[in-house]
């Protein structure tokens, strides 16, 4: 079974940094765009940053300049680092793992991030 997993997720005061972890067991992985989306309170699940084997990475303009994506090709882990924390930052953040030979997507359970003073 597929399994992609997110993890970090948490409530923090504006200003301050999060850091969410997803690990697969996709293989081989890098055949696979890693992304990160997010879906707040009654909106739409929306692109925040994703990632190519390659390291060619693609921000929100909304996070751009304060999030960094990053994936470790060995521990099959896409990492997003999440700095300067804006209330409007707040949502469930998704995983995923995007096949380019197939193109199907493979997502995870979703993490809660809260910012909030």
């Known amino acids: 079974q597929v399994q992609v997993v997110e993890s970090g997720g948490g409530l923090v005061q504006p200003g301050e940094s999060l850091e969410l972890s997803c690990t697969t067991s996709?293989?081989?992985?890098?055949?696979?765009?890693m992304g990160w989306y997010r879906q707040g309170p009654g909106n739409q699940r929306d692109l925040v940053a994703r990632i190519t084997d390659g390291g060619g990475a693609t921000y929100a303009d909304s996070v751009r300049g304060r999030f960094t994506i990053s994936r470790d090709h060995a521990k099959h882990t896409v990492y997003l680092r999440m700095n300067s924390l804006k209330p409007e930052d707040t949502a469930v953040y998704y995983c995923?793992?995007?096949?380019?030979?197939?193109?199907?997507?493979?997502w995870g359970q979703g993490t809660q991030v809260t910012v909030s003073s």
């Open positions: 996709l293989t081989p992985f890098a055949l696979y765009i």
């Open positions: 995923n793992a995007h096949a380019m030979t197939t193109r199907e997507d493979f």
